[in-house]
């Protein structure tokens, strides 16, 4: 009996990691097909998330468990959070930490958790540079990182001699750490002749030349992917391959006579059923035979796609049908493609679905709820394109009974729509008013549903003035619901110190400028496009708020390559902006903020907390936005 105990122990031993007390990791050798659980122990010694806490969630930085979500919330169980999930046939390796609020559980500073997939006693293949390529997420500051992912590739090549995308990756690490020119020249031919090598492998496998691409786009020459494809159709003119990147030329061609006339001349005699490259083809002349309505050649071309069944083929039948119904041709056979279309529903295609030739489709995490949505927003589609279509042949009783039941199942935007449409077709135009009044109750500022609505409003009410009163209902509507939403996103998270920042005169922001004030921090570039894009809704939130005693604007140049004379030449070349232009000196800015991108808006309150922050450019929102997070500070809202 102790002997089994013993035997016990060494079987926990072996199959559980334990990260110092607090987390571990069962099985430690993690295989694919095997279920694993990841437990948190929040008393432990070494755990930084209290016991007290009301959720923890795993974060992915790094993972090629593409079916699990990037964050994952974990189970309370008794005094302990876990988590569990299979190993997919594709996993090779994922890092993590744990997070609750603001509190972080890592291993140890600047390290994180890593699940590792091994084949018997070795890695499975691409784990170790998988593992590469997440140390630029796990610790992206550490001095030796450059030596720590080459490291680990040359491993990958020690283990698997033929893996080509590691030859690669190796051979650009060594670019990177190269000391002179001549020798990052040397890494780079070398790499070269890697790339090349892979080429003549198959070069009229897709998926092949595909690496190859990856390959030059690895070390930096976007340049040659052009030239790679040039060579392809030169070398070998009648692949597949070459015809679909003959037909990508084509489109490019004006003349659509000319472009047509090339078209069909490349499918010629050598025209085979489903064929990658043809099927490109086709689909360039069903949609141009469609918009001249050719009908028998554009069925003819449209018999000719999507021949293999893939995740794709629900949505390829509804584009179809979805084609014929614009050009209002084909009715019937529009309604054969949307039904089915139908009866694949269900297997609609929701979010990335990745394509590797060794696991075939591999689809992402998708909550269950985003997932029913799409496919019931798909089948209002498909319902609303059937009745279209039988508005179109005539059967105004098909029409409304499909209009409705599009109605019914879903109110995404393209059904409403559709179904709208066929509602003031037959006469009913308050009908389908309301119809168009669900979308603009979700989105006030949609402006094609909302001219639609006026036109159709219109026609049974010719008041003007009744109709703006409604968008006025709208207006108010959104404020209430931005206000309402953007109330439960406030941070309250310490403000960052900012002794970097100098105005253009060089004099530096101090504390005292800011204290008792609402802040608002506009990081941008000059040669950031985004942020042109964003100045003109930022500006105009300023002019309502400049004259503020309690606001003040600072639109901080934070951008790599940019000088403070940049700043201070774009804003003489752009007089029509008039908030005040700060500079920053403090290269750890993104850090203190949490940005890693511009533009980036972050509002400072009055008590010196950072409540809201806008990483990337969310278009005309933003000016909406940004009103709205200053009034709930100044207490208007």
């Known amino acids: 009996m102790k002997k089994l105990s013993i035997c016990c122990i060494c079987l926990l031993f072996v199959l559980c990691r334990t990260y110092g007390q607090s987390l571990s990791v069962v099985p430690e050798k993690i295989k694919r097909g095997d279920t694993v659980r990841i437990t948190y122990n929040p008393v432990a ?11 923890v969630t795993i974060v992915f930085s790094y993972s090629t468990f593409y079916d699990l979500p990037w964050k994952m919330p974990m189970v309370k169980e008794g005094n302990s959070w876990t988590a569990s999930f299979v190993a997919g046939r594709f996993a090779t390796f994922a890092s993590f930490y744990l997070q609750s609020g603001e509190q972080i559980q890592q291993p140890a500073a600047g390290e994180q958790y890593n699940l590792r997939v091994f084949d018997g006693i070795n890695r499975v293949k691409g784990s170790l540079l998988h593992e590469s390529y997440s140390l630029s997420a796990q610790m992206p500051k550490t001095p030796n990182l450059q030596e720590a992912k080459l490291a680990l590739i040359n491993q990958e090549l020690k283990n698997n001699p033929d893996h080509y995308e590691a030859k690669v990756a190796q051979l650009h690490t060594k670019m990177i750490m190269a000391k002179s020119p001549a020798e990052k020249l040397k890494f780079r031919e070398q790499a070269r002749k890697v790339i090349a090598a892979k080429l003549e492998e198959n070069p009229t496998l897709p998926g092949n030349v595909n690496l190859v691409t990856m390959g030059y786009l690895m070390i930096g020459e976007k340049s040659r992917v052009d030239s790679v494809r040039k060579v392809i159709m030169k070398r070998f003119p009648d692949a597949d391959i070459s015809k679909d990147l003959k037909a990508s030329l084509i489109a ?42 050719d009908t028998t050649k554009a069925l003819y071309h449209a018999s000719k796609l999507n021949t293999k069944n893939n995740p794709y083929t629900p949505q390829a039948y509804k584009d179809i049908a979805a084609k014929l119904t614009e ?55 498909l319902l ?66 909302l001219a639609m609505s006026k036109h159709i409003f219109m026609k049974y009410n010719s008041s003007e003035t009744d109709f703006l009163s409604k968008v006025a209902t709208l207006e108010a509507l959104e404020i209430a619901q931005l206000t309402e939403k953007t109330k439960a996103l406030m941070m309250h998270k310490p403000g960052p110190e900012l002794s970097g920042l100098v105005d253009l005169d060089g004099k530096q922001v101090t504390a005292a400028m800011m204290k008792g004030k609402i802040v608002i921090l506009d990081f941008w570039a000059t040669w950031c496009v985004p ?46 902006y008039q908030f005040p232009v700060y500079f920053n000196n403090d290269k750890n800015i993104g850090e203190k903020v949490g940005f890693t991108l ?33 009034a709930i500070l100044l207490g208007k809202s």
């Open 384 to 449: 609303s394109l059937k009745a279209l279509n039988y508005i179109q042949l005539h059967q105004p009783d098909s029409a409304l009974f499909f209009a409705n039941e599009a109605i019914k199942v879903a109110e995404g935007r393209e059904g409403l729509m559709n179904s709208a449409q066929v509602l003031t077709r037959l006469g009913k135009n308050e009908e389908a008013f309301a119809t168009l009044w669900k979308l603009l109750m979700k989105n006030p500022t949609d402006s094609a549903i």
């Open 252 to 293: 490019k061609e004006k003349d659509t006579v000319q472009k047509v006339a090339q078209l069909e001349k490349m499918l010629g005699n050598s025209d085979a059923h489903g064929e990658e490259g043809s099927e490109n083809i086709h689909r360039m002349l069903f949609d141009h035979y469609a918009f001249v309505k």
């Open 45 to 55: 010694a070494d755990a930084k998330i209290p016991a007290t806490a009301t959720y």
């Open 598 to 630: 511009i533009p980036t808006i972050a509002v400072i309150d009055q008590k010196g907390l950072l409540q809201f922050r806008t990483i990337g450019f969310e278009g005309e929102i933003l000016q909406k936005k940004l009103d709205v997070e200053i």
């Open 531 to 576: 942020c042109m894009q964003e100045m003109p809704y930022f500006h105009k939130v300023f002019e309502k708020y400049r004259n503020h005693k309690e606001v003040m604007f600072m639109v901080v140049n934070s951008g790599a390559n940019n000088t403070i004379d940049d700043a201070r030449r774009w804003l003489k070349q752009n007089p029509q």
């Open 327 to 381: 050009n209002k041709i084909a009715p019937a056979a529009a309604i054969a493609y949307a039904e089915r279309s139908l009866a694949v529903v269900d297997q609609w295609p929701v979010g990335i679905i990745r394509y590797f030739p060794e696991f075939g489709y591999i689809p992402s995490y998708v909550p269950d709820s985003t997932r029913k949505n799409a496919i019931v927003e798909a089948r209002s589609t």
